[in-house]
């Protein structure tokens, strides 16, 4: 059949172009490479073959083949040397399964349309954390699609999270996964839907108002339907070949298939993909997996011997690259070592990152949510977890009581760890709702894990639904969520404290169980705002604490309310005037009352 190589035109993968498809792989130690697929009838004997590129020194290799169109299937053959081997387009930008056919992808197929939508502000960022496949499951277990999920959108624009963080929902071995054991990293996973139901997702998102989010992985790929596994024949070591470590360094806890983040056309294999969800799938952000094992063998970076400089280097060259050129796009590491040079400028010798997971917040928290009695709780550690000191400024921490590593893998939904077996009991449901009014109104980027708004009880198991049926039984709690994230927002005007980065202790009571919190963004009325937070059972009739201004402050949000949950004691919160004597630095104060396990907030009116 007509070919032509090497290809006049660019591109890696499989590019449609002047009435055809350009293929281009990297494969520099190949001797031959062709191209086989249902245009000529899988015909091993009449294959396109490439040619190299240039003086073949870049080690790809390209050829047009003219008629192929959008929807065919194709793979790679490689001539090691010793055996010519079936590879799937690294670059693919489809498979019909992680163990199947590429298929060629037209990107300019999908019409957006125009709805004007625009990343929200860092500070009005509160982020959703989602599984596709047990979030949106429909009528198999597990197995959710990203169509189903868009069934499931106004809920979410209901609870008012202006951010949904989608779990790596690119092709992965097997029917069901977490997702963090891609396959093929420019392909998004066939069971979800391929690529045109995840740019339908997030363009439907962005229609209801909110921002999505991807997370990837880059710290690992694979280990298993991975032909990327020496792809052109080539290893030492009996490691990975081309696109891997193939020595002490491709060692990840999930196999030896580190990346060689050393190797520029390894980085720009990464960086291409990086940059094909945010420019051409319209995501808003990136949250990076596992950076800890991008820049470390061992995933600590205080060990100096398992350092790997090449993994810091690529973070910061690729974060800058995205900042240089998309600056609105938000960028999460989860690094989980509370290192502020993760969010630390790469011009000042950092990564770049504009946040990472805080995992200085999510443990002293749900350790003195979690205990059994009182005493034992740790409110200072809590005031630490809140204040952050150390791990970088308030806009840099996104912090949360469950994440998907938090609800699995041996550990539980909180409510259930508060009372195993008994996860809808009354101190359960209070110091659920006391973990997340932490969450929302300490100084950071505040994130739940789906199902977290009505209690799901069940440990996160990705073959597995969300409990639907929980969102109405618990409608209550699904209301304070709601209630506490515009408080968050500032959708009512009254609460721009909790948007803003000022956060000062008014009280840290050790004894009483009980923390009070000023926060601020410019400071006045209807910005300082008053968070009372009550870690004991204890009721408090008469509660006196400093206020940072005197005048009248009205209660905005009481999590004792029945409101919420039929069995709360309602134990009424009062709008106050402070005017009573100095208290804890403040020339003024008020009596407050306060329920058990409970929280009060209040902002100033005059």
């Known amino acids: ?21 350009t293929f281009r792989v990297w494969a520099p130690h190949a001797l031959h490479v062709w191209v086989i697929g249902d245009f000529n009838e899988w015909d091993s004997g009449n294959n396109p073959q490439f040619e190299r590129d240039g003086d073949g020194s870049s080690g790809t290799w390209s050829v047009h083949v003219p008629g192929v169109q959008a929807g065919q299937e194709y793979q790679f053959q490689v001539d090691t040397g010793s055996e010519v081997v079936w590879r799937a387009d690294p670059y693919a930008r489809q498979m019909t399964n992680s163990v199947g056919n590429c298929v060629v992808y037209d990107p300019d197929s999908f019409d957006w349309g125009e709805n004007g939508f625009r990343m929200p502000d860092w500070d009005d960022v509160v982020i959703y954390e989602m599984h596709v496949g047990t979030f949106g499951a429909g009528d198999v277990e597990g197995r959710g699609s990203f169509e189903a999920a868009i069934g499931r959108l106004d809920h979410l624009r209901d609870l008012g999270v202006s951010v949904i963080q989608v779990m790596p929902p690119f092709e992965y071995a097997g029917d069901i996964s977490w997702g963090y054991n891609p396959s093929h990293v420019f392909a998004v996973e066939s069971g979800y839907g391929g690529p045109d139901a995840f740019k339908q997702f997030i363009k439907a998102a962005h229609e209801h108002g909110m921002a999505v989010i991807a997370d990837v992985v880059h710290n690992h790929i694979g280990p298993s339907d991975l032909d990327l596994w020496r792809f052109d024949g080539w290893s030492e070591n009996d490691g990975g070949g081309i696109y891997f470590y193939n020595d002490w360094r491709a060692q990840t806890p999930w196999g030896a298939t580190r990346p060689d983040y050393g190797r520029h056309e390894v980085r720009g294999f990464l960086r291409d993909s990086a940059m094909l969800w945010l420019e051409e799938f319209r995501c808003d952000g990136l949250r990076f997996d596992a950076t800890n ?43 989980l070592q509370n290192d502020p040079t993760v969010t630390t400028m790469t011009e ?45 400024p308030a806009g840099s921490r996104v912090i949360y009581t469950e994440s998907h590593d938090e609800v699995a893998n041996g550990k539980t939904r909180l409510p259930e760890a508060v009372a195993p077996g008994d996860a809808d009991s009354w101190a359960a449901k209070k110091r659920a709702a006391l973990g ?156 407050l009352t306060l329920g058990p396990y409970s929280a009060v907030v209040l902002t100033r009116e005059t």
């Open 1 to 21: 059949m007509d070919f032509t190589a090497p290809s006049p035109h660019g591109g890696m993968g499989a590019t449609l172009v002047d009435g055809g498809v």
């Open 293 to 335: 094992y991008i820049r470390s063998v061992t995933g600590g970076t205080w060990d100096g011997g398992a350092a790997i400089p090449d993994g810091a280097d690529y973070l910061s060259w690729l974060t800058t690259e995205i900042r240089d050129s998309q600056p609105w796009k938000l960028l999460i590491a989860e690094d």
């Open 348 to 392: 000042q010798g950092g990564l770049g990152f504009h946040a990472q997971w805080d995992a200085g917040f999510v443990h002293p928290v749900r350790r003195a949510l979690t205990e059994l009695s009182d005493e034992h709780r740790d409110m200072g550690a809590v005031a630490g977890a809140i204040d952050g000191s150390g791990r970088g």
């Open 436 to 591: 997340f009014v932490t969450v929302m109104c300490s100084p950071g980027i505040p994130m739940l894990f789906q199902g977290q708004e009505f209690l799901e009880d069940r440990w996160f198991d990705d073959s597995v639904a969300l409990d639907w049926g929980k969102s109405e039984e618990h409608s209550g709690i699904v209301a304070l969520h709601r209630d506490l994230i515009r408080l968050r927002r500032n959708a009512e005007g009254v609460s721009r404290g909790l948007r803003g980065v000022g956060a000062n202790f008014l009280r840290v009571d050790n004894e009483a169980k009980v923390i009070a919190l000023h926060r601020w963004a410019e400071g006045g009325v209807h910005d300082d705002t008053v968070v009372v937070l009550n870690f004991s059972t204890q009721v408090f009739g008469e509660f006196a604490v400093g206020f940072p201004a005197p005048g009248l402050w009205k209660v905005r949000f009481n999590s004792d309310s029945p409101l919420y949950a039929p069995e709360f004691g309602g134990v009424d919160a009062f709008d106050v005037d402070a005017s009573g004597p100095e208290m804890d630095g403040c020339e003024q104060s008020a009596v």
